[in-house]
């Protein structure tokens, strides 16, 4: 178990979301994720990767950075539960929210992605 493997799987995930890299995002995430968080009605909100790729499209070009806002990334924990698992907890500032990240990992035919993502935001000070 080599935790920087899960932390290049982060930086990637923390790069490409930055710079709206919508390809480059649908590598650190598994065909079968599923992103959740509470939605403003307080039920579940559940999205599908391509779901949450097609969001990032819709709303930044691709390589646009994030003009007006400074980057603020961060690995809090990563926690191995398993040869074969893993689990991170990050926080990643987009646009005026920072959020704070719970990222399922699997490892696969020896390649880790993250198979589900719990998030919440909070007002970026």
Not at 7 to 29: L, N, P, R, S
Not at 45 to 71: C, H, L, M, Q, T
Request: hydrophobic share 40%; aromatic share 12%; charged share 30%.
């Amino acid at each position: 178990m080599d935790v920087n493997e899960i932390k290049e799987v982060i930086q990637a995930y923390f790069d490409t979301g930055y710079e709206a890299d919508c390809e480059g995002m649908a590598k650190v995430f598994h065909d079968g994720s599923h992103l959740y968080f509470r939605g403003e009605d307080g039920g579940l909100v559940d999205w599908d990767k391509d779901f949450f790729i097609n969001e990032i499209i819709a709303k930044n070009p691709p390589g646009s950075g994030d003009p007006g806002y400074p980057r603020y990334d961060e690995i809090l924990s990563i926690d191995f539960t398993g040869e074969n698992t893993a689990v991170a907890r990050v926080k990643v500032r987009v646009k005026d929210i920072l959020y704070t990240d719970i990222l399922c990992f699997l490892r696969l035919h020896d390649k880790w992605a993250i198979m589900s993502k719990v998030f919440t935001g909070e007002p970026a000070e």
